[in-house]
């Protein structure tokens, strides 16, 4: 091997191991960036189910629970939980509260918010949405927390962690039971736990340019055998131009309106050919 060769292989090696390293770290940081779930003193098992099914319908499996209540595997709790009493349930750690504000970034969960910068604990609150956003740009651990179904985190506890979310709601019944609060907000942060759903892929190949100009050309003629006026067709015309680049057709969709509009104007030119031959009067213009 010439020592070209060499250089060309060595190069290859450490770009091949340089591109491992960063999937290594691509991956680590994915899994870092998945939060652990945190229920503080639920009262009910069945809430304790429903907020497992909701991670692991959401890609989260590290449940943790502060002071909570029994959990028997014929249960409530299990009842609730569907295939996340496979996993995400019976590996359920107990904590307690310090654990959790001692290890994690941490994200409080409240319906009541304050409304300007004079209620330190409760404002400044982030949506779901921003807060999926906010999240994206820490590589921490962090911790999603729940309150109980009843009152939720108080404000000394919502005072010891780093942010507060908030879902909004009605303003005249904003507060959401504890299941509906946790599946709404993992909807949300799916981004961030969630490689792949069992949605199909939805990236929309445009049809061809050149198939979408005969369909206007089809088009032009079936407005041109309806007997409108020139403007009116001119308008619609570029109406319809309008729609078609708004709705970035794909090529089936374009090929089956073409093969409408072939067929529409064929049948509109036959009727025009029987109308003269048998002197009948064409099909009516606007005057």
């Given at each position: 091997m010439?020592d070209g060769?060499?250089?060309?292989?060595?190069?290859?090696a450490t770009?091949a191991a340089?591109?491992a390293r960063?999937?290594?770290t691509?991956?680590t940081?994915a899994?870092?960036?998945k939060?652990?779930v945190v229920v503080v003193e639920?009262e009910?098992?069945?809430?304790?189910?429903?907020?497992?099914r909701?991670?692991?319908?959401?890609g989260?499996t590290d449940?943790?629970?502060v002071d909570?209540?029994?959990?028997?595997?014929?249960?409530?709790?299990?009842?609730?939980?569907?295939?996340?009493?496979?996993?995400?349930?019976?590996?359920?750690?107990?904590?307690?509260?310090?654990e959790?504000v001692?290890?994690?970034?941490t994200?409080?969960?409240?319906?009541?918010?304050?409304e300007d910068d004079r209620s330190?604990?409760?404002f400044p609150?982030?949506?779901p949405v921003?807060?999926?956003?906010?999240?994206k740009?820490?590589?921490a651990?962090?911790a999603?927390?729940f309150?109980?179904?009843?009152?939720?985190?108080?404000n000394e506890?919502?005072?010891?962690?780093d942010e507060?979310c908030?879902i909004?709601a009605?303003?005249?019944?904003?507060?959401?039971?504890?299941?509906?609060a946790?599946?709404?907000?993992?909807?949300?942060?799916?981004d961030l736990?969630?490689?792949?759903?069992?949605?199909p892929?939805?990236?929309?190949?445009r049809?061809?340019e050149?198939?979408?100009?005969r369909?206007h050309?089809?088009?032009?003629?079936f407005?041109a055998?309806?007997g409108q006026r020139?403007?009116?067709?001119?308008?619609n015309?570029?109406?319809?131009r309008?729609?078609l680049g708004?709705?970035?057709?794909?090529?089936r969709e374009?090929?089956?309106?073409l093969?409408t509009f072939?067929?529409?104007?064929?049948?509109?030119?036959?009727a025009d050919h029987?109308?003269?031959k048998?002197d009948e009067?064409p099909?009516?213009k606007?005057?």
């Amino acid at each position: 091997m010439s020592d070209g060769e060499d250089g060309d292989a060595g190069e290859e090696a450490t770009e091949a191991a340089a591109a491992a390293r960063a999937a290594e770290t691509a991956e680590t940081v994915a899994d870092r960036r998945k939060p652990v779930v945190v229920v503080v003193e639920p009262e009910t098992p069945g809430n304790v189910g429903t907020i497992a099914r909701a991670m692991k319908n959401f890609g989260l499996t590290d449940l943790k629970l502060v002071d909570p209540p029994e959990i028997e595997e014929d249960g409530e709790a299990y009842g609730f939980a569907g295939h996340a009493r496979e996993d995400v349930l019976p590996n359920a750690e107990e904590v307690t509260f310090e654990e959790v504000v001692a290890n994690y970034h941490t994200v409080g969960t409240t319906a009541i918010t304050g409304e300007d910068d004079r209620s330190h604990e409760r404002f400044p609150f982030k949506t779901p949405v921003e807060l999926r956003e906010s999240l994206k740009a820490v590589d921490a651990p962090t911790a999603i927390v729940f309150g109980r179904e009843g009152r939720g985190l108080n404000n000394e506890e919502l005072s010891r962690l780093d942010e507060v979310c908030s879902i909004p709601a009605d303003d005249d019944y904003p507060v959401l039971n504890l299941g509906q609060a946790a599946t709404v907000l993992l909807y949300e942060l799916r981004d961030l736990t969630v490689d792949e759903t069992q949605l199909p892929d939805t990236e929309v190949t445009r049809a061809p340019e050149a198939d979408v100009e005969r369909f206007h050309d089809f088009f032009d003629e079936f407005l041109a055998a309806t007997g409108q006026r020139e403007h009116v067709r001119e308008k619609n015309a570029l109406l319809m131009r309008r729609l078609l680049g708004r709705a970035h057709p794909t090529e089936r969709e374009v090929h089956s309106l073409l093969g409408t509009f072939r067929k529409a104007n064929a049948k509109l030119e036959h009727a025009d050919h029987l109308a003269a031959k048998y002197d009948e009067p064409p099909y009516p213009k606007e005057q």
